[in-house]
C-alpha cells in the first residue's frame, strides 16, 4: 500500500469550506488540510474545530496556505495592493518573472501569515504550501523558503512537479507549467535541506465541467510514496460567492470523497490515507 497526503486546500475561506472538510477529515476521506491564515472567516475558533480533530488520534497533517494574491487582503501594509487587496494572480505572476518583487516586503508578509497561525493552533504547521502555487514563483520562492527555514524548520513544503515522462504531460498545460516552475522550487530546497513531496497531482481546469472520480484515478495513477493530491472540497455559502470563483467544483469534489466508490478507488490502486 502507498501512503498518500490528500490535500484538501483552503480551509479558512468560508465557513462552508471548513465545514465540508472537517466532515471529510473525520471520515476518513482526507488526511491534509492547508490553512490561509489571511482569510477573512479564518478564526480562532476554526482553528480549534479542526484542531479537536486530532485529540484522540492523529487525523490530519494542518498546513499553511501562505497567500499572496487577491481578491485577499495581506496582514502588513507592505505588499503591493489593487484596492487594498494583494494583487491579481497574472500580475504577480510577472512581477516575480520580472525579478520585480519586493524581497523585503515578501518576508514581512510571509512572517505574519505564520504568526497568525501559530497564534491561532499554538504550534507551526506541519507542512506549506502557496495558494494558487505561488511558492513556485520567482522571488517567491526563496523568500517562501527563508520563512519556512525560519518558521517552522521541521515542516515540509510542497512542491508541483508530477516528474513524469514529458509525452505524459503535454495534454494537460497547467500541469506542465507546474512541472516546470517546480523543477527549480525542488533544487532551492533540497540545498535548504527542507523536505518536499516526491509527487504531486491535482491540477485540472475548473472552468470544465469534470468528472472528478475520472480525474482522481488519473491523479493517483503512478503517484509515488508520500505524493501529494491537492483538493479543494466545500459547501457554497455567501462569504465562498464573494471572495473565490471555483464554487461547483469544490461541491462536486466533496460528493466524490464523501461518497461510495471513492474508498473502492484508493483500494484497487492500492493506496491508503491512513
Known amino acids: 500500500m502507498r501512503r498518500i497526503w490528500l490535500c484538501a486546500d483552503d480551509y479558512g475561506i468560508s465557513p462552508g469550506v471548513d465545514t465540508a472538510i472537517r466532515d471529510l477529515i473525520m471520515r476518513g476521506r482526507l488526511n491534509a488540510t492547508s490553512v490561509m491564515a489571511v482569510a477573512p472567516s479564518f478564526s480562532r475558533a476554526e482553528a480549534s474545530a479542526l484542531t479537536v480533530l486530532n485529540a484522540d ?3 490530519v497533517a494542518v498546513g ?3 497567500t499572496l494574491t487577491g481578491p485577499f487582503k495581506p496582514l502588513t501594509q507592505y505588499a503591493p495592493l489593487a484596492d487594498g487587496a494583494f494583487l491579481p494572480l497574472a500580475t504577480t505572476l510577472r512581477l516575480a518573472m520580472q525579478q520585480r518583487l519586493d524581497m523585503t516586503a515578501l518576508a514581512i508578509e510571509f512572517r505574519a501569515q505564520f504568526e497568525a497561525f501559530t497564534a491561532a493552533f499554538g504550534r507551526p504547521p506541519d507542512f506549506v504550501d502557496g495558494h494558487q502555487h505561488v511558492q513556485l514563483f520567482p522571488q517567491v520562492r526563496d523568500a ?3 520563512a519556512v527555514k525560519t518558521a517552522a524548520p521541521n515542516a515540509w513544503v510542497r512542491q508541483g512537479g508530477r516528474m513524469r515522462p514529458l509525452s505524459r504531460r503535454l495534454g494537460t498545460p497547467k500541469a506542465l507549467f507546474l512541472d516546470i516552475l517546480s523543477a527549480q522550487f525542488r533544487r532551492r530546497a533540497a ?4 523536505a518536499f513531496n516526491p509527487g504531486f497531482a491535482g491540477a485540472y481546469n475548473f472552468s470544465r465541467l469534470r468528472d472528478f472520480g475520472s480525474l482522481m484515478r488519473q491523479f493517483l495513477d503512478g503517484l509515488p510514496e508520500n505524493g501529494v493530491i491537492m483538493c479543494h472540497p466545500g459547501f457554497v455559502d455567501d462569504t465562498l460567492v464573494s471572495l473565490d470563483p471555483l464554487r461547483g ?3 462536486r469534489e466533496h460528493a466524490f470523497l464523501g461518497g461510495e466508490h471513492f474508498p473502492p478507488l ?3 490502486n492500492k493506496v491508503t490515507l491512513a
Do not use: V
Not at 540545498?191 to 527542507?194: H, P, W, Y
Open 191 to 194: 540545498r535548504a535541506n527542507i
Open 266 to 268: 484508493l483500494a484497487a
Open 57 to 59: 488520534t492523529q487525523r
Open 144 to 146: 517562501f523558503l527563508s
Open 64 to 66: 499553511l496556505h501562505l
Open 249 to 251: 467544483p469544490r461541491e
